[in-house]
């Protein structure tokens, strides 16, 4: 028989479920605050996977993928164990903001400390409650406020095991990221744990094609973990494509701008992709693309300041129309799926 999962002192039975609240620092006025932490204890031996949401504590597409992976039914038959954490930067979701109250990045603050600032200190909770314990992860994130992000992973594409994840995800880009400086990934993969983060949407607002993304991948990982059986979701297999770069186009000036290219769109270096006007003189100046690629990532807000970052561009090694064309059948696709229990969010 399989060990009980432990933690914070509670045992949860192979076979079992439980939600248990990790204390984290209480707010000024003397609140109480945890961290809510899912376990889904599956009988049989097998991977640990942690699956995070809201690390920034404005990114929301994540806490609806992991309430809707908390009701598969595919649990049922669980192998290994699942730590579905909807909301890491519990602070961050109370005041609608990316940051914890001390101005801080949770995911510049990892592997943090117990004696350190606050941020510092959630990032220790974090580590030692949920992430030591799990042998794969699944970071969920959207764009900052005001911008949006095509559905996107982005891992260490090096590591062949990683790789392998990421491609079962099953979305049609993958950007090959260098671990960054104070990021949950960086302190996981200094444990030897894999892990995958998912860029879609954006900052504030659900977005009914990326959580429906997001929920398909994290079972298509859990899938090819070995973690639950059935086949791979999306009839339509194939290959994601791997950016070689990517770079952001900055606004020239200042302005109101006017955009004319979507997410997913395919441009052409010199290509207009939006004007930018001055609202006292109407004087507008085209915004145009510094190299052919995909729009990955956008800014939702008209009014921008010069220097602002407006487009975010993706470059392949492929054909970039594939790509584009590709991006369009996966957009049309997870919004058609039968599979879908929940009415969409519109
Ligand atoms: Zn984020």
């Known amino acids: 028989m399989r060990a009980p999962f432990e933690i914070q002192g509670q045992r949860v039975a192979p076979g079992a479920r439980a939600l248990v609240d990790v204390a984290l620092p209480k707010l000024n006025s003397h609140t109480f605050l945890s961290m809510p932490v899912h376990v889904v204890h599956g009988k049989k031996d097998g991977p640990c996977l942690f699956v ?44 609608q903001s990316r940051y914890l109250p001390d101005r801080r990045d949770l995911n510049r603050s990892f ?25 794969h992860g699944i970071d969920l994130h959207t764009g900052a ?36 400086d104070g990021s949950l990934r960086e302190a996981a993969s200094t444990l030897g744990i894999r892990m995958l983060l998912y860029e879609a949407g954006e900052g504030l607002r659900f977005d009914e094609l990326c959580i429906r993304a997001g929920l398909t991948g994290v079972l ?14 999306h009839a339509r297999e194939t290959a994601p494509f791997v950016a070689r770069s990517s770079a952001w186009v900055r606004a020239s000036e200042s302005g109101l701008l006017r955009t004319l290219v979507p ?84």
């Open 52 to 95: 995070s949401a809201a690390i920034h504590g404005d990114e929301l597409n994540g806490v609806e993928v992991i309430r809707r992976l908390l009701e598969a039914k595919a649990l049922r038959r669980l192998v290994g164990t699942l730590i579905a954490v909807p909301v890491v930067n519990v602070y961050g979701l109370i005041h």
């Open 111 to 135: 592997p943090g400390s117990a004696v350190g600032s606050l941020a510092a200190r959630v990032a220790h909770v974090f580590m030692e409650e949920i992430v030591r314990r799990a042998t």
């Open 145 to 180: 406020i005001h911008r949006t992000n095509l559905p996107q992973i982005r891992a260490n594409l090096d590591d062949p095991e990683t790789d392998r994840l990421a491609r079962a995800f099953g979305v049609p880009v993958l950007l090959n990221s260098t671990l960054r």
């Open 220 to 233: 298509n990982v859990m899938r090819e973990l070995g973690m639950l059986g059935g086949q791979r979701s």
């Open 263 to 346: 997410l997913g769109a395919r441009v052409q270096r010199g290509e207009i992709l939006g004007f930018i006007s001055d609202p006292s003189t109407g004087t507008q100046h085209p915004v145009t693309a510094l190299a052919r690629g995909v729009v990955i990532g956008r800014i939702q807000i008209p009014a921008v300041h010069e220097g602002e970052a407006v487009y975010h561009i993706a470059r392949f090694r492929d054909d970039h129309d594939d790509v584009a064309d590709e991006v369009e059948a996966f957009q049309l696709d997870c919004l058609d799926e039968a599979a879908a229990l929940d009415p969409p969010i519109v």
